[in-house]
Structure formats: structure tokens, C-alpha cells
């Protein structure tokens, strides 16, 4: 018997998460992927030493029985073939617009200082997830309020974790990157103290799949920390392309009574939410629309039209959407935004 043996999973992504889920237990499985190995033999690369310990090979023979598990709940055949291919579209779009987010969102910015105001200094924190962490723009204040916590950006765009990971090269941040879906988190349970996310969860379809990896992944007595969009966010637009055509324009957002119904189904407790309404100023359609294609907030949903949209109808929409310009402050429009917390 020598000592490198490998464990077969067969899927490669399988094989990537079950690696990563190893090691947040301490254990370094290397996962061997195609090309290297035939497709569809995708494994884990296990090296033992005689410097192992007996209890070192029983947390590795647990966790792979644990993640085995994890694997065959089927946690992930809620994401349906239609919905990953919107998935790859969300990913796309934001990895697109990596190098030209910070620019133009400031309107995000001042959401997510809003939602780390909730939160409280506390040295005794170890993990803390930023689930939609984007181009890293609060992993300084989520480290200034943990110091001795290690910070996990997980983002659905690798391009924004690479953008993060280039602001940050020159800080001696405890970090780590991963690129994965909110909806199928690669985490073993009771991983977090915290889980922060600032305008991300709308662009999950499930949310009952999300606030169930939420609860999954946080310690008891953890919590999160959400921000994001209800209903009436963007609704002058949507009632500017209503004078136009009967398609959707606009991503659909959920609202308060929803998402609350949603996190007391998946037991959590001392669950909190506040509303503000917020209005941004424009001064034509044609910068409100260029704010959102740089931020990487395109129209994601069913029902959208298909194929480009013609020069009449876009001028249609630019003199229904102008109707409300105010000569001193522009044309309004609305975002509305939640700011969520609960306790597992």
C-alpha cells in the first residue's frame, strides 16, 4: 500500500468542494481534476505520513463520512438546468464589471455602511462569512470589528474575488477566497460566528434553500446580517417600460412579509427588520442605465424580452422614464432596501 491513495467522487466540482470542506476541518485533501485523471474519476489526492496520529485519521475518516452525506442530500437538485444557466449569466455580468464597480456604487456603499453599523466590536468572533462580497469594499471594517476573526469573501463572480484579493495584497488579513453560490454553500455546519451579506441574496432564486444553508453554516447563537431590495425598488422604471411593452425589465424583489415567513421556517430566532426607503437623482435615463450595466445589475428574470431592443422603443422608454425630471435634482427614482438580522 503506498502512501498517496485517492478517493473517487467522480464530478470534478464535487470534488472541489468536498477539498474545501475538508480543509475548513484542517485537513489538506488535494482534488484531482480532468484533465489530469479520465473524466469522470475526479478525486481526492490523500497523502498519509507515520507522523499522523490516530486521531487525525479519525477527524479524516468522520469528515469524509460527513461530507459524503453532504453530497447526497441533494441539496443542489433545487438549482435547476434553466436556472444554472441564469447562474453563469449572474456571474458573467458581475465578473464584467469587477474593475468598474466601485465607481459607480455608491448608492451600495451606503447600504452596506448602514448594515455594518449593526454590527459590534467582538475579539471573541472567529469566522465570519461575507456572502457577496464583491470587490471586497467592507472586508477593513469587518476585520477592525474581528480582529481575531478569520474573514471568508465567497462570491458567485471570481472576477470580484480577484479584484478583492489585489486591493487587499498588501494588508495582513487572516482571509480567504471562494468563488461559489449562495444557494449551495461549500461549508461544513457550524462553520461561522457571522454571516454579513450586503446586496446579494436578490439575486437567489430559493430562498428557502438559502436561509437552510444560512442556518446549516452558522454556529448556534450565530447570525447574520443581510441587506437587500424589496419591492419598490427601480418601480419608476418599471412603470416607464409598462407605457411600453408587457415584458419584464426589471428583477423581481421580494417582499418583507416573504422573507421574514422565510427565515422563521428555518428556526431562526430574534429576527429583526428595518425599512428605508431611499431616492437617487439622475439626470437622463441614459446615466441611470449606464450606473446599472456597470455595477453588473442586468435583468436576470423570466419573462424578459429576447433580442435587442429597437431605437423606438428605447426612446419611448427614455420619455416616460424623463416624465418626473425636476429642473433642481433630476429624475427620481426609488430603492428600497431591507436590513435583516437573526440568530440561529
Not at 133 to 155: F, K, M, Q, R, W
Request: proline share 3%.
Amino acid at each position: 500500500m503506498t502512501p498517496i491513495q485517492g478517493l473517487i467522487l467522480g464530478d470534478a466540482e464535487k470534488s472541489s468542494r468536498a477539498s474545501l470542506l475538508l480543509e475548513n476541518e484542517g485537513i489538506y485533501v488535494t482534488a484531482i481534476r480532468p484533465p489530469t485523471v479520465p473524466k469522470g474519476t475526479a478525486r481526492l489526492r490523500i497523502t498519509f505520513s507515520a507522523s499522523h496520529s490516530e486521531e487525525q485519521l479519525a477527524l479524516l475518516l468522520t469528515s469524509t463520512g460527513k461530507n459524503s452525506a453532504t453530497y447526497q442530500s441533494g441539496r443542489n437538485k433545487c438549482l435547476q438546468a434553466e436556472f444554472k444557466i441564469e447562474k453563469k449569466r449572474i456571474a458573467r455580468s458581475f465578473s464584467q464589471a469587477a474593475s468598474s464597480y466601485d465607481s459607480h456604487a455608491s448608492l451600495q456603499r451606503n447600504v452596506a455602511d448602514r448594515l455594518l453599523r449593526q454590527l459590534k466590536q467582538d475579539a471573541s468572533v472567529h469566522r465570519v462569512l461575507d456572502l457577496g462580497s464583491g470587490t471586497g469594499y467592507c472586508t477593513n471594517e469587518l476585520h477592525d470589528l474581528y480582529p481575531n476573526a478569520e474573514i471568508v469573501n465567497l462570491d458567485i463572480a471570481e472576477a470580484m474575488l480577484v479584484f478583492a484579493s489585489n486591493r487587499h495584497k498588501s494588508k495582513s488579513f487572516k482571509e480567504k477566497s471562494i468563488c461559489a453560490d449562495a444557494e449551495a454553500l461549500p461549508f461544513i455546519g457550524n462553520t461561522f460566528d457571522i454571516i454579513f451579506s450586503s446586496l446579494s441574496i436578490q439575486w437567489c432564486q430559493n430562498y428557502s434553500v438559502l436561509f437552510s444553508e444560512l442556518k446549516r453554516v452558522l454556529k448556534p447563537q450565530g447570525k447574520f446580517h443581510i441587506s437587500t431590495f424589496g419591492p419598490e425598488t427601480l418601480q419608476e422604471v418599471t412603470q416607464a417600460w409598462q407605457k411600453v411593452d408587457s415584458f419584464v425589465h426589471v428583477n423581481h424583489f421580494n417582499t418583507d412579509a416573504f422573507l421574514v415567513n422565510e427565515i422563521n421556517n428555518n428556526a431562526f430566532s430574534e429576527v429583526q427588520i428595518e425599512i428605508e426607503p431611499m431616492l437617487t437623482y439622475y439626470q437622463s435615463f441614459e446615466k441611470l442605465a449606464r450606473e446599472l450595466k456597470s455595477i453588473g445589475a442586468r435583468n436576470m428574470n423570466a419573462g424578459q424580452g429576447h433580442g435587442l431592443n429597437g431605437r423606438r422603443k428605447l426612446l419611448r422608454l427614455k420619455q416616460a422614464f424623463e416624465q418626473n425630471f425636476d429642473k433642481k435634482l433630476g429624475i427620481p427614482v426609488t430603492y428600497q432596501v431591507y436590513y435583516l438580522q437573526a440568530q440561529a
